[in-house]
């Protein structure tokens, strides 16, 4: 992050900024991800920025399970 | 063992070799990281050591911690977190399909960083502010007559179209303020993508993607918006690995 007074620094924002990058953006892997939605303190219920990411987890989830059976 | 993989990277876009980096960096739960290399093309994985990968949000931010420290030495294209394969041979034969689609990508990000802007406002304060200055500028509201004999149903309809008047006003103030960013923007020959009116809060959502070495005169321009909304709020994330502006589905 930018050491500058204009960029926000606040710790919340920036992880709920990188979550939402890490979580939704990105190149795709097609078929072969792997992945289970462990801890939900990862999810902000309250944080509409986040609302994206519980989709996103949701669908990766559901996929991983059709991929198993 | 499965291989987690944390990005694709233009090997040869720098004079040190991605193994020199990642010597001295750690990936998610402390593992060590490796190069797939392909021609020009790396990939940057690590094992996992658990059966099943769990997300939680440690694991997120390792994952993007990696990404992020890479991105100060390589141009590199950020995977999705929770990619993996089955091993480092499938790591090199999807490298070898996807060979083309992958430079192509990295030569689109090429010293570029994203960055993340989000225009924030009381929008009901915003709304009166409005209102009242198009009440004063051209009593373009229409005012119940006081003491007429109005329905119940004419109150109603001049309600609502007060309302859709105000909607109206802030969403041309939105793109008045759109406007002005996407000129700044423009100047800096930034490509961008936005979102308006994402929710209660925020106005403008916008992300855009330019030359690495332009970090000051981005840092100015929020200065210079902000300076001339005081009513707004301008928040500025960044510098990203090019997160926003990949389309990239490895098969």
Same mark, same amino acid.
């Given at each position: 992050m930018i050491n500058d007074s204009v960029i926000d620094?606040?710790?919340?924002?920036?992880?709920?900024e990188l979550l939402d990058r890490v979580l939704?953006?990105?190149v795709i892997l097609t078929g072969d991800i792997v992945i289970s939605v462990a801890d939900i303190d990862l999810i902000y219920l309250g944080v509409k920025l986040m609302l994206s990411s519980v989709e996103t987890m949701e669908q990766l989830k559901s996929r991983r399970q059709r991929i198993e059976k | 063992?499965? $291989? !987690?993989?944390?990005? !694709?990277l233009l090997a040869k876009s720098n004079h040190a070799k991605p193994e020199t980096t990642l010597n001295s960096l750690k990936g998610v739960k402390e593992a060590g990281l490796v190069a797939v290399e392909y021609h020009n093309i790396s990939a940057i994985i690590s094992d996992v050591t658990e059966k099943q990968f769990i997300a939680n949000k440690q694991h997120a931010v390792e994952f993007a911690l990696v990404i992020d420290q890479l991105a100060q030495n390589y141009t590199l294209l950020p995977m999705r977190f929770g990619s993996m394969m089955d091993s480092a041979d499938s790591v090199m034969e999807m490298l070898e399909r996807n060979e083309v689609e992958i430079e192509d990508s990295l030569k689109k990000v090429k010293n570029k960083w994203e960055y993340?802007?989000?225009v924030l406002c009381?929008? %009901?304060?915003l709304k009166e502010e409005?209102?009242?200055?198009?009440? *004063?500028?051209?009593? *373009?509201?229409?005012?119940?007559?006081i003491g007429s004999n109005n329905s119940v149903y004419k109150a109603y309809v001049l309600k609502k179209l007060n309302e859709h008047r105000a909607e109206e006003q802030i969403l041309s103030f939105v793109d008045s303020i759109l406007v002005e960013i996407k000129i700044y923007?423009? %100047? !800096?020959?930034?490509?961008? $993508?936005?979102?308006?009116?994402t929710n %209660?809060?925020?106005i403008i959502d916008a992300v855009f993607l330019l030359d690495k070495k332009k970090k000051k005169e981005v840092i100015n321009m929020v200065k210079d918006l902000q300076q001339k909304h005081l009513q707004l709020n301008f928040l500025l994330t960044g510098p990203w690995p090019p997160y926003n502006f990949v389309e990239l589905n490895l098969k």
């Open positions: 620094r606040s710790k919340d924002i920036t992880i709920l939704n953006k990105g | 063992m499965d $291989k !987690l993989i944390y990005c !694709l993340g802007l989000k009381d929008r %009901e304060k409005l209102t009242a200055k198009k009440d *004063n500028d051209t009593l *373009n509201f229409v005012k119940p007559e923007l423009q %100047e !800096l020959k930034a490509v961008d $993508k936005y979102k308006k009116m %209660e809060t925020t």
